[in-house]
């Protein structure tokens, strides 16, 4: 599995979106556990959802 996969799976969980297909929750997790990089990048990711949310609110 590639790390760009990983990432648009990981940014659709993030938004509340469904995973897609040719991912599964059970190998974005494996990956998340293997690959520091896109423990990293999820990490970015969420808080900036977080951050967007809270603007949208302001
Ligand atoms: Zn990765």
């Known amino acids: 599995m590639h790390c760009s ?3 648009t799976a ?3 969980r993030v ?3 469904e995973l ?3 991912i599964s929750a059970e190998e974005l ?3 998340l556990r293997a ?7 999820g990490e970015r990711a ?3 959802r977080v951050l967007a949310a809270a603007l949208d609110l302001a």
């Open 15 to 17: 938004d509340g979106e």
């Open 46 to 48: 969420r808080r900036l």
């Open 10 to 12: 990981i940014s659709a």
């Open 35 to 41: 690959c520091a990089d896109c423990r990293g990048w």
């Open 5 to 7: 996969e990983v990432r």
């Open 20 to 22: 897609p297909p040719d």
């Open 29 to 31: 997790d494996a990956h």
